[in-house]
């Protein structure tokens, strides 16, 4: 069997055909793609607005900086999720807050928010991790009750949604992000979603240099540059055609790796939350020595990766002097998770070797 990697954009000829378009049309730098791949982002969402930008962490920082946090403002950010959720605080002056995690759904737990909550809290970052939406509608009846702004870390859920609504477009903004493991992809590149005008004019001003349009020299106020070009756009726009197909593909390969493994001793599979619309970010395994399980794969062609290093653990933020015994749920899911390949081009045929040797290496234990 030939190498099996953990991700593998699904790019193609489709890509390929925007893209030579773009360049054909003279205008690579952002344009009218940027501003269709915004317009089709905001429909699916169904977000008033949608604000390209160069990637995930900086669709996160530009959201953060437009919701108004500033120099020691706290946001609750769950102590499970990649690196970059608690980085856009520190990078917009604001202070990061852990909490744990449902056991069950890896998702920040609502208790453990109200725990760490301060009067110096701003924001709730729900992060919707694996592609199985937060348990939205407690996070924001609190965030109601103590005046606190909601965003959104929908890196992880383009398609996810929660009682019908899209992830992303429930709270005060959300963000997306194209990496290229995302659901869709375009190289780089990422999304501001908002129904709220002042904070999508607020984004604008921040991408485009402190000004609301491009081509003129009089800044308002101190911006940067977040902007994606339109050749990022293109991919991203030729993926959103196949939206529909990664989505079920991605849902066929989460089915068929339970149905292998339902009934493999010591293989434990992570709760499915069927009160909303899932779309697989990960498939995910559970078991007592994820990183044996990690390193026999490795010896069968197959690549997979531990899950997500507790943010409290990790080594830049040692600084914060936190306890493991706040964190227990967390610290538990690093402990046991593994994550396996799932990309939209994995064959049936490879989640059945995949699964085939899990069992091997279960016979052997």
């Known amino acids: 069997m030939d190498f099996i990697p953990i991700i593998k954009p699904y790019i193609g000829q489709e890509e390929a055909d925007l893209l030579m378009e773009t360049i054909k049309d003279n205008w690579i730098t952002g344009g009218k793609k940027v501003a269709e791949f915004e317009k089709r982002i905001g429909e699916l969402t169904q977000s008033k607005y949608a604000i390209a930008a160069s990637n995930g962490t900086m669709a996160l920082f530009m959201a953060l900086k437009a919701m108004g946090i500033k120099d020691g403002d706290e946001v609750i950010v769950p102590d499970f999720t990649f690196i970059a959720s608690a980085n856009a605080v520190i990078l917009a002056g604001g202070v990061p807050i852990f909490c744990d995690i449902n056991p069950e759904t890896f ?15 701003k924001a709730i970052m729900p992060v919707h991790i694996y592609g199985q ?13 103590n005046n606190l702004l909601v965003i959104e870390d929908a890196a992880q859920g383009v398609g996810v949604k929660y009682k019908g609504h899209s992830v992303g477009a429930l709270g005060d903004v959300g963000t997306l992000s194209f990496y290229g493991d995302k659901i869709i992809c375009s190289g780089e590149g990422g999304m501001v979603l908002t129904n709220n005008t002042d904070i999508a004019d607020k984004a604008l001003m921040l991408k485009h240099q402190g000004r609301r349009n491009r ?4 800044h308002e106020e101190i911006g940067y ?4 070009t339109d050749m990022q756009a293109a991919i991203g726009l030729a993926q959103l055609n196949k939206l529909p197909f990664i989505i079920q593909r991605r849902k066929d390969i989460e089915a068929r790796y339970r149905d292998n493994l339902k009934n493999t001793y010591g293989i434990h599979l992570p709760f499915k939350d069927t009160s909303g619309f899932n779309v697989p970010f990960r498939c995910n395994v559970l078991l007592s020595e994820p990183q044996k399980l990690m390193d026999f794969l490795k010896t069968c062609n197959i690549a997979s990766v531990r899950f997500f290093y507790p943010l409290h653990r990790q080594p830049c933020y040692a600084y914060m002097g936190l306890k493991d015994k706040d964190f227990s749920n967390s610290i538990w899911a690093y402990e046991h998770g593994l994550s396996l390949p799932s990309f939209t081009g994995l064959t049936d045929g ?11 290496f279960v016979a052997i234990r």
């Open 107 to 121: 998702n920040l737990d609502i208790r453990s928010v109200k725990k760490v909550m301060t009067p110096k809290t």
């Open 133 to 145: 939406s937060a348990d939205m509608s407690s996070i924001l009846s609190l965030a109601l009750d």
């Open 215 to 218: 081509g003129v020299y009089l």
């Open 225 to 228: 540059n977040f902007r994606i």
């Open 350 to 360: 490879q989640v059945d070797y995949i699964c085939e040797v899990i069992k091997r």
